[in-house]
């Protein structure tokens, strides 16, 4: 009897490159990506998860024990309607060809799904998105237990890592390099993972009993400013006075100011601990 596969979708992602390479470490791993990469395995396969009949008929023809699906349409990368094609129509399509193979599924969703008017969020608090990336992630995490009700959708906050910059800090460091203006919120309330700590939390998922909606974020709220001038200063980016604090407030309102996450239940169902940003670079950096 082959050896069970665990099917991770948006592998090509930052969250799914690391996915992937926890994964192979515990089991056989099968890699979905959007568009073909130069990556030359043969446990990768390019998939557009708004193709049903291409779901299917990938899914099938695997036979995976497990879906962890973390492929999404990001703020900034897509417009609204390519936010729903993927984050909503593409998440139930996966959600039914994990039933139709018996797989258990494991999706990753978002703080924004909440309006930031009530943080922390408990696990089960409802969605109440008030902007299109919310809106779409939402309609995805209803169509997954309304497909599924024995997946676990997790929902998590902005992710980062020491072994490459995260994609927020990216960006801040290439306009910092421009010499531009940075503005960061900060008013702005959220609970940023490590990436590696996420990804073992999701793997974990895979072979625990537990359904419905979980909170997996670090036990560290910090504003978007904070995060962000946290980052930069471990990566080394001198921001020489183009860093300025702005309240979202005053920019939108369809920005979620308090997105806090209550994450209690999962570091103890998972038997783990999700530090927070000052823990976590305090074991990367001399003392």
């Not at 139709?100 to 599924?105: F, I, M, Q, S």
């Not at 995805?140 to 490459?164: H, K, N, Q």
């Not at 997105?259 to 000052?278: C, H, I, K, W, Y």
Request: hydrophobic share 45%; proline share 4%; net charge negative.
């Amino acid at each position: 009897m082959s050896e069970p596969l665990i099917l991770i979708t948006g592998a090509s992602g930052y969250l799914g490159r690391h996915l992937v390479s926890l994964a192979r470490e515990r089991a056989r791993v099968g890699a979905v990506l959007h568009r073909s990469l130069s990556i030359g395995r043969q446990d990768a396969f390019v998939l557009d998860i708004a193709h049903n009949n291409a779901v299917r008929e990938l899914v099938e023809s695997l036979q995976p024990s497990a879906i962890v699906h973390t492929a999404a349409v990001n703020p900034g990368q897509g417009t609204e309607e390519e936010m729903f094609r993927t984050n909503a129509d593409g998440a139930r399509n996966i959600a039914e060809a994990a039933v139709a193979v018996g797989a258990r599924l494991i999706a990753v969703s978002t703080d924004i799904v909440h309006d930031g008017t009530a943080g922390p969020y408990a696990d089960d608090a409802p969605a109440t998105p008030i902007n299109a990336y919310g809106r779409s992630k939402a309609a995805g995490e209803e169509a997954i237990l309304d497909v599924d009700p024995s997946a676990v959708v997790v929902r998590t906050s902005l992710m980062y890592g020491f072994d490459e910059m995260d994609r927020g800090t990216a960006t801040f460091a290439e306009r910092l390099a421009r010499g531009e203006m940075l503005s960061l919120f900060s008013d702005v309330i959220r609970n940023p993972i490590h990436v590696d700590v996420l990804a073992d939390a999701l793997l974990r998922l895979t072979g625990i009993e537990c359904v419905g909606l979980l909170n997996v974020a670090g036990v560290q709220a910090l504003s978007r400013e904070d995060f962000g001038r946290e980052m930069l200063r471990y990566w080394g980016v001198e921001g020489d006075g183009l860093i300025r604090g702005v309240r979202a407030a005053d920019v939108s309102d369809s920005i979620p100011i308090d997105v806090r996450l209550d994450s209690s239940q999962a570091e103890g169902l998972l038997d783990m601990t999700f530090p927070g940003v000052n823990e976590a670079i305090a074991t990367v950096t001399p003392g």
